[in-house]
């Protein structure tokens, strides 16, 4: 699934809006009262004869028809409906056109969105240079922006935004060292296509690989491997723009303080130009699926931290399962294992369209009124696993019991998905992680793989618990993964000790619907799976969340208890201070930024 930055005339993202919100109901207000005003007091009015009650009623009756005709004419002619709306509502509002220059810019899964005159592609450094030089000198915002793929949108910002889609080359491969120099635009996908030939490819993936290097990086991003750290570990030096200083280089050699705080730098220390990256011998994985429970899984965790290159678990609540995924290399004297599926995909998927097919009896009229214009529906055959999933949710995603039935379906497409698959890294490593959604992902310690610490697990078996107490409809699946530590001081990963590994858990619910009030029902739902998992969970493990999924708090108290606690976690200061001397004017800053690391003199 092609996953890119949207970008849209505004008149577009309007009209979609007012069709999704052409149900919302007017509110009637109580028409004010009426006072007559005499515009020539006297001490001493004559009097005058008193209408009869009849009069004054067939008056009072009177202005009120009068009242009621002009407002219906009135709305008549400010909504009219064209001759074929018999059957259709009519729009609450009407937009007058808006400039064209003026785009809407939004992450990936349409949870956030920007609308912004300055969009800025440059197809050179020295472009680029330019841009930021000008901007400074305006105190013009342009913050940094990669593929939009960041849940909580970190890189949008209304005033402007600068995007190095067009800075995508490869600018040297050094074989014997196995590293790359690259321009921060390129994607993971064609920065491995394009280093395949050279027999070299990344350490370890996220799930997707249409993120740009330099956002990617910026962001503490990670794949999975106890013994493999986050993305930005495998940075050996990188080329900033910055407001300030104007170009300049930073490396472990040259500046190691700076380098460390500017590889997980969140956008906001300079404009990520190029990155040099530590690569590997490209090679063929083995993934193995299996599946398994929390009391299997106690025995043999650190059997399969250690013994695995690559590891995650999958756990599905409301249910004791837990999909175990391993990657290694394929053997050099053993060859690819021998394997024969016990079911086919076609079995695998069966569970998954008989609910389905069950489910669309039971919520027929819901769907058919959902159904596109031409009213036809996909064949349920033609559906991958996550589509399947997705359909399913959108017939009643806040139902508890409908939620554990897809759960439970899940389950046992991964107990006939048990295998092996081979491939290529860049092929094995990445995860289907299914249609739009919400998701909030958590980092905290787990000790050593000479010595576990065994919270992982425990930090699991409290989230579920929790998630049948509150009776939260949580779909699958609670994702698990591991990485080393990371020497960047801004990770949620950073550690000064080799040996710690760290453990990522994320946290999830599906957008599958395009109606708004259903996707803000959902919304309100996952903010509060969220806001007790933050409650009842990261202060007890040290958890602190993904910079690419962490959400800014509109409640000023709630803001105020972010800010300390990540100041108690992370060098905020000696961030904030190189803000000032690189960015002093904060062009490279959003509001997001602004929030999280607040500094004395606010734009």
């Known amino acids: 699934m092609q996953r890119a930055l949207s970008i849209r005339r505004t008149l577009q993202s309007l009209h979609h809006r007012l069709l999704f919100n052409n149900s919302v109901p007017l509110k009637h207000h109580p028409l004010p009262s009426i006072r007559t005003l005499s515009s020539t007091p006297s001490a001493s009015p004559s009097p005058t004869p008193s209408p009869s009650p009849s009069d004054a009623e067939i008056r009072k009756y009177l202005g009120y028809t009068a009242l009621l005709v002009f407002c219906g004419a009135a709305t ?77 949108g970190i890189g949008l910002a209304r005033a402007g935004m600068v995007n190095l889609a067009l800075l995508d080359k490869v600018l040297e491969v050094d074989k014997e060292k196995k590293r790359v120099r690259v321009q921060a635009g390129i994607r993971v996908q064609g920065l491995v296509d394009e280093i ?13 690989r249409e993120q740009q290097i330099g956002g990617i990086v910026q962001v503490g991003a990670h794949g999975t491997g106890a013994k493999l750290p986050p993305v930005d570990e495998q940075v050996i030096s990188m080329k900033l723009v910055t407001p300030a200083k104007g170009t300049i ?4 050699e040259k500046d190691p303080d700076l380098f460390y705080l500017a590889r997980c730098g969140l956008g906001g220390l300079g404009v990520v130009a190029e990155v040099t990256l530590q690569c590997v011998e490209r090679q063929e994985l083995v993934e193995h699926t299996t599946v398994s429970n929390i009391k299997e899984i106690k025995k043999n965790h650190k059997k399969l931290l250690s013994e695995n290159k690559h590891v995650k678990y999958l756990h599905i609540p409301y249910t004791d399962t837990v999909v175990v995924v391993t990657c290694n290399p394929v053997s050099k004297w053993k060859g690819p294992p021998k394997f024969k599926p016990k079911y086919t995909k076609d079995e695998a998927l069966q569970h998954l369209r008989d609910l389905y097919r069950e489910s669309l009896k039971k919520y027929r009229a819901d769907v058919m009124t959902a159904k596109s214009p031409d009213g036809t529906e996909p064949d349920i055959n033609e559906l991958s696993f996550t589509e399947l999933r997705d359909k399913l949710l959108a017939l009643d995603p806040l139902n508890k019991e409908h939620v554990i039935k897809v ?73 698990q993964r591991w990485t080393a530590r990371s020497q960047s001081v801004m990770s949620p990963a950073y550690s000064s000790v080799q040996d710690d590994i760290f453990s990522w858990v994320g946290i999830i619910m599906y957008l599958p619907t395009m109606d708004a009030r259903q996707r803000k029902e959902i919304t309100d739902e996952f903010f509060n799976y969220r806001h007790l998992t933050q409650k009842q969970l990261w202060d007890q493990y040290s958890a602190y969340e ?37 960015d002093p004017n904060r062009i490279l800053s959003n509001n997001m930024l602004e929030k999280l690391f607040p500094l004395s003199d606010t734009i």
């Open 76 to 152: 008549y002619y400010s909504f009219p409906f064209s001759e074929d709306a018999k059957h259709k509502k009519a729009q609450i509002f009407r937009y007058a056109p808006l400039p064209e220059d003026l785009h809407t810019v939004s992450n990936w899964s349409g949870t956030h969105e920007v609308q912004t005159r300055n969009f800025h592609q440059p197809e050179s450094v020295e472009e680029l240079e330019k841009l930021v030089k000008e901007a400074n000198e305006k105190r013009a915002r342009i913050r940094p922006v990669g593929s939009g793929l960041s849940p909580n």
């Open 196 to 208: 395949k030939q050279y027999g070299l490819t990344l350490q370890n993936f996220a799930s997707i």
């Open 249 to 252: 280089e930073v490396s472990k």
């Open 407 to 479: 759960n439970q379906a899940e389950a046992e497409f991964w107990r006939k998905s048990e295998g092996y698959r081979v491939g290529w890294a860049d092929e094995i490593l990445g995860f289907d992680c299914g249609g739009q959604q919400w998701v909030s992902e958590t980092c905290f310690p787990s000790g050593t793989l000479a010595k576990l610490s065994m919270k992982d697990l425990e930090y699991i078996e409290e989230l579920k618990q929790l998630i049948e107490k509150e009776d939260i409809p949580a779909p699958a699946p609670i994702e």
């Open 546 to 582: 993904h910079w690419a999924k962490i959400e800014v708090p509109k409640d000023k108290e709630e803001l105020a208890a972010l800010q300390a606690r990540l100041r108690k976690h992370f060098p905020v200061d000696s961030y904030n201070k190189a803000r000032k001397e690189l």
